[in-house]
């Protein structure tokens, strides 16, 4: 531990005061490094305690350099952590380089950067978090300012135990009832040897501290100021409860806070959801800042993963494609599935000839097709907006959902938003037999929302949970939840390439079990581990 967690609570600490004002304006602060002033002159002052929230905030999309291009923040948890190793993700373009991740044959490489990314990532967030928790209390400025910082401090360290949860320990339906390996739980600015607690000890902390947050922010009475979805509010941890309640199976504690969360961030319409997902809409209950001003140029998502980014305008990459079988089950005048390039948008191809769709790549290969796929493109695009894939390279079920709205890839991105808590709700009702209520959720999300007016739910049991598990998939599409949906779930992916009905790329296309690679857990980085003595 003397090492390795020394240096990242050092670089935590840096980070938390140097990034941004609390306008996330282009002018940097004028501040010493804390390495030399010391956590006690970086929270000082609550002025400062919200410059060093916001350098929470930049940290989950600025570049990490120790680790080289492209591990920018939640940028590759969404990528290399969710969307790669998922079922109905594909980038096919790329996918044969990328093999052991979408395969998941790296969950036991100890010494890549690819287990270690997420560790380092995310006790960085904590070290920043528990830098404001243990300081705010005699910080220069006013006690609601204080209790505010504080609240936002402890669920942004929420939101990291919860995401380490995800990736480095077992399921809770596996645990032994929590008995199984948790995390290390650090709750102040020591760096010292420290064992891992049980997972429910984990889940215990987390539950704390959003309790105590939400106390602090209702005590407060303040909330952020309105657009800044960077800074967490009542509702994000509120939103944080109802996720570590649904992967620990607390069934009713997740319908509850979901139904907090969402409280004033209503639905949007399905013009915004058309908007192009790069700027904030009603019901981003959290995401990133992403002016120009902050531009992180190649490194950003948008940059590879947007329909309008550099990569997709430039070269023949694509911007990822959604899984053929799923989007095919989803009807085709529903509002999401006019955002990619599906089957019945161009009718009459056989989509087994080659010379239509190449059987490798799913790209379209027929001129007149990849001509009627440029007009359909030019019809919905983002007004205002670089028109998507100018490259001319389309592929089946390429994705028109996320744009950038300055080149190489600027945007604002979402990490929680209303939609996903609606979710929640259809999912725990399922699991608490409110069959009616689940059904109701479904219905506000697909027919209420105007997403599909015409969509009805009647169905029961096995269909039900079909259902609520597909429209959680289209809904949330590419933000960063598919592979840990699939491992909460314990359900197996399952790839199928063009020859057989799907559209993943041959090298790609197996089935991964549910109980194969470690039970789909990530192993301590041996960086911890080694210098960890308390560790066994």
């Given at each position: 531990m003397k090492t390795y967690i020394s240096k990242l609570f050092i670089y935590s600490l840096v980070a938390g005061v140097s990034f941004l004002t609390s306008s996330c304006?282009?002018?940097?602060?004028?501040?010493?490094?804390?390495?030399?002033?010391?956590?006690?002159?970086?929270?000082?002052?609550?002025?400062?305690?919200?410059?060093?929230?916001?350098?929470?905030?930049?940290?989950?999309?600025?570049?990490?350099?120790?680790?080289?291009?492209?591990?920018?923040?939640?940028?590759?948890?969404?990528?290399?952590?969710e969307a790669y190793p998922s079922q109905n993700y594909n980038y096919n373009y790329y996918a044969n380089g990328w093999l052991p991740i979408f395969n998941q044959t790296?969950?036991?490489?100890?010494?890549?950067?690819?287990?270690?990314?997420?560790?380092?990532?995310?006790?960085?967030?904590?070290?920043?978090?528990?830098?404001?928790?243990?300081?705010?209390?005699?910080?220069?400025?006013?006690?609601?300012?204080?209790?505010?910082?504080?609240?936002?401090?402890?669920?942004?360290?929420?939101?990291?135990?919860?995401?380490?949860?995800?990736?480095?320990?077992?399921?809770?339906?596996?645990?032994?009832?929590?008995?199984?390996?948790g995390i290390i739980l650090r709750l102040d600015e020591s760096t010292d040897g420290m064992p891992y607690s049980t997972l429910a000890e984990s889940y215990a902390q987390i539950y704390k501290d959003l309790d105590e947050a939400i106390a602090l922010f209702n005590e407060s009475g303040i909330d952020r100021p309105a657009g800044e979805v960077w800074t967490p509010n009542v509702n994000v941890a509120h939103a944080v409860y109802a996720r570590a309640a649904l992967t620990k199976q607390d069934y009713a504690k997740a319908l509850s806070e979901a139904k907090l969360a969402r409280q004033g961030y209503p639905l949007m319409s399905n013009a915004e959801y058309h908007a192009g997902f790069c700027n904030p809409t009603s019901e981003w209950i959290f995401g990133s800042y992403g002016g120009s001003q902050e531009n992180i140029w190649y490194w950003s998502y948008g940059t590879q993963y947007a329909c309008n980014g550099y990569s997709a305008s430039s070269q023949p990459t694509g911007a990822g494609s959604i899984g053929r079988e799923l989007i095919n089950r989803i009807p085709d005048n529903d509002a999401r599935?006019?955002?990619?390039?599906?089957?019945?948008?161009?009718?009459?191809?056989?989509?087994?000839?080659?010379?239509?769709?190449?059987?490798?790549?799913?790209?379209?290969?027929?001129?007149?097709?990849?001509?009627?796929?440029?007009?359909?493109?030019?019809?919905?695009?983002?007004?205002?907006?670089?028109?998507?894939?100018?490259?001319?390279?389309?592929?089946?079920?390429?994705?028109?959902?996320?744009?950038?709205?300055?080149?190489?890839?600027?945007?604002?991105?979402?990490?929680?938003?209303?939609?996903?808590?609606?979710?929640?709700?259809?999912?725990?009702?399922?699991?608490?037999?409110?069959?009616?209520?689940?059904?109701?959720?479904?219905?506000?999300?697909?027919?209420?929302?105007?997403?599909?007016?015409?969509?009805?739910?009647?169905?029961?049991?096995?269909?039900?949970?079909?259902?609520?598990?597909?429209?959680?998939?289209?809904?949330?599409?590419?933000?960063?939840?598919?592979w840990s949906d699939y491992k909460r779930w314990n359900r197996p992916v399952v790839r199928k390439a063009v020859k057989d009905g799907g559209n993943a790329y041959p090298s790609v296309a197996i089935t991964i079990p549910a109980d194969g690679a470690n039970k789909w857990t990530w192993d301590v980085p041996l960086n911890e581990t080694d210098y960890n003595d308390a560790l066994e």
């Open positions: 304006s282009s002018d940097y602060l004028d501040t010493a490094p804390t390495a030399s002033t010391g956590a006690s002159d970086a929270v000082g002052t609550t002025e400062n305690a919200f410059k060093a929230l916001n350098g929470i905030a930049k940290l989950m999309t600025t570049q990490h350099y120790y680790f080289g291009q492209g591990f920018a923040g939640e940028n590759n948890i969404m990528s290399l952590y790296y969950h036991n490489r100890t010494n890549s950067i690819y287990d270690a990314f997420a560790w380092y990532y995310y006790y960085t967030m904590v070290g920043n978090a528990n830098t404001i928790i243990c300081n705010i209390d005699v910080a220069e400025g006013s006690d609601s300012d204080k209790k505010f910082i504080k609240a936002s401090a402890l669920t942004f360290r929420a939101y990291a135990f919860e995401k380490l949860l995800r990736y480095y320990c077992w399921r809770w339906q596996d645990s032994n009832n929590g008995a199984s390996q599935k006019a955002l990619f390039l599906t089957e019945d948008k161009f009718p009459g191809y056989d989509w087994n000839d080659k010379k239509v769709l190449d059987p490798d790549y799913a790209t379209f290969e027929d001129k007149t097709l990849s001509a009627e796929a440029a007009a359909y493109i030019d019809r919905i695009a983002v007004s205002g907006l670089e028109t998507p894939y100018q490259s001319g390279w389309y592929y089946l079920g390429a994705q028109l959902k996320f744009y950038v709205f300055d080149l190489p890839g600027v945007s604002y991105l979402p990490f929680i938003r209303s939609s996903e808590m609606v979710l929640v709700e259809a999912e725990a009702n399922y699991f608490l037999n409110n069959t009616a209520d689940a059904q109701a959720a479904l219905v506000e999300l697909n027919a209420t929302s105007g997403r599909n007016p015409q969509y009805t739910c009647t169905k029961t049991g096995t269909d039900l949970w079909n259902e609520i598990m597909d429209y959680r998939e289209v809904e949330l599409w590419g933000e960063g939840f598919a």
